[in-house]
């Protein structure tokens, strides 16, 4: 550790101190500055060579650019990834003098991107937004992204906490500001793809996306998007490539020791044709085994862009992408169990079954979306932007079950693993899926009146089989948007947003291990003379074999419709202001296909409509005070509506809504500063921000024995604790900066200091899961001042990257977390002692990675490069999650971050 402080703090004072004025009287300076012609922003990186030599620099922080060289006329080209190369012919240069040349605006390479870009893009390059905005380069993704996972790129930015989870793809997570997916609202080129029913985001179904994406926004906050979209903690906005304007052919191959260990990608563009189209194409793989056990897979990803220019006023873009998946899931195991196995990579979901490798927890999905999109520039001033799009999905999850009077035969929810006759489970830790087939075929029985017909059906009732539970949808949207540019002064953009979604949602046996059926009935939900009670009685005692419908059946509809309206003003060359307002109608409404015989006469059918009116408000200011220093701050206020999976009792089985639904309320200040110069950017952002009225429902294994009840059940099970009237307060401090060393060698950082808490002590009604009878209603949870988990408060991050002009480039970063508090378990908050007691505190962690590659030209034509990647180099496996410790619970689920991991990549393309 010390060798590797010692080794950046030499790179950094060398750097310093090296002479970077002294020139030879016979050499001359070349100065200039680089922007995106269409948000006005400064390029970082962009490449400056003169045309037929190795000579060349590199454009810093602020766009600008310096190179030497001796006397003479010279040809610049200027090249950057994702912009067309530019070139600036007869630059004069005599010795011992400066030549400034015209300031370079680069367009954006591809079809429609400017069109995209108005669209979708978060920043207006006529104003400074008043909200901390970071952006990923495309030359970042490719230089960076090597084997991670997508939300991993933006694991060094101010706020963002990544949390890698069950270690399995696609399982990444990111938190901004201490606000989970559901609470950060995720864009595609401007559309929203957070899940309409749970609002969550699910980003293995963005593999591949890396390969077409031009930027990826964070907007921390309120921010100024122009949508009717509710975030809490902030926006993302992954804005893709649309059709490339060249013609050209890219591949890519890439092997690893992270999940899934081998890539391919396959990239084509036909160019602008005849006819005025052009269209791109991309097709990519991942497969092999994982990091963690039992977490191999194979993924296909597919990407379209067909661009059509009608007129000079009309044009129109398609898009469409999907994933393909099938892999095994890690879980969260008990300390106790990672340390009887000795293993951070242990998996308790996995075992070997008929000599096969197989995982209870098996993913798949498929869910692609298509966008057609229409821009229509009415005038100079006014430009009209239309999108139509449609998803659809095919996923569904695994799971164990088992029967009444059975045991977890170390399942997922096992806590100590036990010795099973015949097996090895005592060593291995993993499941024994042979030993459950030989109960299962040994368990011979008759069920009368099967399927209700009056008849009884003899054979092996399984008495373990795997579940699938399936979550498809049917999801239609469209969104316009009017943008008018008034005066220099003044642009509104106002808009509408309609969605219309349907989630189809049911459980179907997959594997019945060995056995001949599997009898639908609930073991854990008993009449009064303790038999199972059924869970459709339409079919009573229904046989189910593999593939058929059990346990539930039910849709979920939910419709939106919002308006939005945004004024950006500039009353004065240095102050912009921005107000914005939006409302939104939605509802929704559960339709349920079984007739369960607990819930018998709310179970079947639809459930009252639940509809919600909610609004926006906000507004904010920034001053530049000169050219150099600059200060907002933005407020805002909002209400939204509860997500549909949170709105029942047991939206799998029941239509009883739980309790009275009431909108939540976020109310949200912001301040920031920020300084540019030549060499050196830095951001300073205060905020606060307060949510109110949350509801939702958290379950794991406790026990009731503190409602001191006789008539409740004893030991530990599963149980749901549904909490209502829960409000927080996020507030913090975010720091970073940015500095040119040297043309070729920059220094990135970054601080972030939180403090998020709970406020006040909210409610909670007890039930047993799957939901019967609530054991309790209305018990006080002593959550107030409690630390919010699953998230450091606390991150840091340097980053030292080298990039020659010649295409060789080499980098590290180092990332700090500290603050990381488990998530606090309401079954220890019963007690108005627990006020003084605060959440555990999982120890500080740090990371450190390692990024290199060359590029190089074989041709004109054809351009190569070698890159690779080294991740947690030190291979610290620090715990990254964990829940709080319970009576019930004294080994906590726990899971860790990925171990050290590398990645080597080969690329080629043809143009």
Known sequence: MRKLVSYFLFIWLCCFFLPNNIFAQSEGVIKGIILDSETGQPIVGATIMIDGTTNGSISNQSGEFELKTAQGTYKLIINMLGYKDQVIENVQVAGGTITKIATVNLKEEGMGVEEVEVFANMIDGNRQPPTPIATISAQEIEEKMGAQEFPEMLKSTPGVFVNTGGGSWGDSQIRIRGFTSENTAVLFNGIPVNDMESGRVFWANWSGLSDVTRNQQVQRGLGVSKLAVSSVGGTINIISNPADQRKGARMESTVSNRSLKYRTTWKYSTGLMKGDWAVTGVLSRRWGEGFREGTGGDVYSYYLAMYKRINTKHQLIFTGYGVYQYTGRGGAATEENYAAAGRTTYNPYWGTYQGQELN???????????????????????????????????????????????????????????????????????????????????????????????????????????????????????????????????????????????????????????????????????????????????????????????????????????????????????????????????????????????????????????????????????YKITGRHNVFFNAGTFTRAPFFQNAFSDNRTTNIIRGS??????????????????????????????????????????????????????????????????????????????????????????????????????????????????????????????????????????????????????GTSANFYDNMYADYNPETRTTPDAYFNQVRRLPNAFTFDLFAGKTFRLDKRVRCQVKGSLNNITDYRFMIDANERTPSNLSPFVQYYFGRTYSVSVVMEIN
């Open 360 to 622: 209870a927890r098996e993913n798949r999905s498929h869910k692609p979306m298509f966008i057609l999109n229409h821009y229509w520039d009415v005038s100079k001033k006014v430009t009209i932007s239309n999108a139509l799009y449609y998803s659809w999905a095919d996923a569904g999850g695994a799971a164990m079950d088992r029967v009444s009077g059975t045991t977890n035969t170390n399942s997922e929810l096992t806590i100590i693993p036990n010795p099973i006759p015949g097996g090895t489970i005592a060593q291995t830790f993993q499941l024994n899926f042979d030993y459950m087939a030989s109960q299962n075929q040994g368990n011979l029985v008759t069920i009368r009146n099967a399927n209700g017909s009056g008849l009884p059906i003899t054979g092996y009732r399984s008495r373990y089989a795997l579940k699938e539970s399936v979550n498809n949808h049917q999801w239609v949207g469209a969104l316009s948007t009017v943008n008018i540019e008034a005066s220099k002064n003044l642009s509104m953009t106002f808009g509408v947003d309609g969605r219309w979604y349907r989630g189809f949602h049911y459980q179907r046996v997959k594997n019945l291990l060995g056995g001949d059926f599997w009898l639908d009935v609930d073991r854990n939900v008993q009449d009064d003379v303790g038999r199972d009670m059924n869970n459709n009685l339409l079919t009573p005692n229904r046989i189910a074999y593999q593939g058929d419908k059990v346990g539930y059946d039910y849709n979920g509809t939910v419709r939106w419709l919002g308006t939005f309206g945004q004024v950006e003003y500039s009353p004065m060359r240095n102050l912009d202001l921005f107000a914005t307002v939006t409302f939104v109608y939605n509802d929704f409404q559960r339709n349920g296909k079984m007739l369960n015989e607990k819930y018998y006469s709310t179970s079947l059918g639809n459930s009252d409509l639940q509809s919600f009116n909610n609004y926006t408000v906000k507004a904010g200011a920034n």
């Open 661 to 810: 639904l009431t909108s939540e309320r976020v109310t949200s200040f912001e301040f920031g500063y920020s300084y540019r110069s030549p060499k050196f950017v830095g951001n300073f952002n205060l905020y606060s921000t307060g949510w109110e009225n949350r509801s939702y429902t958290q379950g794991f294994l406790g026990d009731l024995s503190f409602l001191n009840n006789p008539a409740l059940p004893t030991g530990t099970q599963f149980i749901n604790y549904q909490l209502y009237n829960v409000n927080a307060l996020h507030r913090g401090v975010e720091i970073d900066f940015a500095t040119q060393l040297m043309p070729e060698l920059s220094l990135s950082g970054m601080l972030s200091v939180g403090d998020w808490r709970y406020l006040g002590n909210p409610k909670a009604d007890i039930l047993a899961d799957p939901v019967g009878v609530p054991y309790a209603t209305d018990v006080t949870i002593n959550a107030d001042r409690l630390r919010v988990g699953g998230q450091a408060q606390t991150t840091g991050a340097l980053g030292l990257r080298y990039r020659d002009p010649k295409g060789a480039f080499i």
